[in-house]
């Protein structure tokens, strides 16, 4: 026997091995599908998300497993090996048991059409266009703008942003009020009929504030020196400072004090916790805890020390807050949204509860006044448990209303760890495009530019990465408008190069001639 036909030999035996081992975990995912779409059961209403919800319950069942010892063997038989399967999980796996049968004898194959391969990601671009705004040509990524406030009184700032090539505006509704809105989605509206397309609007509701309420300055050992302190922060604090966590500020001198604005964020901390503040710039242990008062030392700072200043957002890495998601700011800026937004961001949604919290008062308000009177839904992804719960979030959304998914990646960092944001935001991206949803890049992307004009070595990876994504959110600055263009030319760029997971292989022009 020839050597060829020895190695002949041992390829159909490997082959034959791994379709035994591929056919038991195809059938242990179709078995762990069928269970988790029983439990989803009776939350799915829209017919048109039941083949998303069917995909994403495969993929989560395939992904219980270790597929690593799968993959290098059947890309050695020239096969797929599973890491690019997320829009069409099931079909994918069969296309490989049918080429290992044929490859190591096991009988006919039966292959599954080509056409069930292009529905999911059909029917994911439709979603991305219905929510983010349908155009023509690349780039296939959105791009969203958070509005300044003085967009309500500058028509011309508006129709700029639209004219660098802004595809969707979103407004904070943490900040202005009815009068500033109306005026800026007025000039979102007028903007977008003279360029022709639709330009949809995200408003934003509040969410539970987190925040640092009241500060007394005191002193501390490092930042003793005097030193013009501003009303509402402390003195610049530094490592080993320490500071207190107080329902009620004491007029007594002593150590710098904060109270804070939800009383759930004090009943929250443990000794041995971390309190961080401001996106983790000053970041905290809790040395003490005591009925009224907690002691916390700093544990680390910038360079130069930093101030605790009222309004900061705070975060306690590691603990679970369950907080309501739906307050009641958010119920009073409820009916303006129906009327006027096309997308509701709702933030801090953690839980079930919290989702038909929402929907609950989006019945209540069932004939909303306006043009726009039903709008999608954006989950913001800003917690541990939020994240915990994102597969079960994401089909009680979408089995209800048109849904997104925005990576929060400020506060998700703080809450789970900068390391760790680094795999989640990629691990979020594949959930997503199995269930189908679209996704919103969000969080300092390109800040340094839309800040000072000029965009950092690490911010044009980010930006490049986040062509993965339905939609890049740029935050506001005074070259918002230089932002979108540049990010634009980049998102297009690599529209040429990447497709989710898969390279395109289109030729390399640079080395051309070698």
Known sequence: MSLTEVEGRERRAQARGLYRALEVLRADMARRSETTLEAWDGKILRPEFVPSARNLADYLALRRGDLVPFQAPLSSLGLSSLGRSEAHVRPSLDAVLASLALIGGEGVAEYPPVEIFAA??????????????????NPNTRIMVTLPSEAAADAGLVAALIEAGADCMRINCAHDGPDAWSAMIGHV?????????????????????????????????????????????TGRLFEGDRFEVVETLSAKPGLPQITLSHPALMAAMAEGGALWINDGKIRAKILEVTPGRVLAEITGTPGKGAKIKAEKGVNLPGVDLRVPALTEEDLGHLDFVLGHADIIGFSFVQTGADLRALFAALAARSEPAGEHAGPSLMLKIETPLALRNLPG?????????????????????????????????????????????????ATQVLETMVKDGQASRAEMTDAAMSQRAECVMLNKGPHLDDAVIFLRDVLMRMDRHTNKKSPRLGALGLWHDL
């Open 120 to 137: 999911g990601p059909a029917r994911l671009a439709a979603r991305r266009d219905a929510l983010f705004g349908a155009r023509r040509g």
């Open 189 to 233: 509206r007028r903007a977008a009929a003279a360029a022709g397309r639709p330009v949809p609007v995200q408003m934003d509701l509040p969410g539970p504030k987190l925040r640092v309420e009241e500060v007394a300055p005191g002193r501390t050992e490092k930042g003793a020196k005097k030193e013009k302190l501003e009303p509402g922060e």
């Open 393 to 441: 979030l994401i089909v009680e959304a979408g089995g209800r209303m048109p849904v997104g998914v925005m990576i929060a990646r400020g506060d998700l960092a703080v809450e789970i760890g900068f390391e760790r944001l680094s795999e989640i935001q990629e691990e979020i991206l594949w959930l997503c495009e199995a269930a189908e949803v679209p996704v919103v890049w």
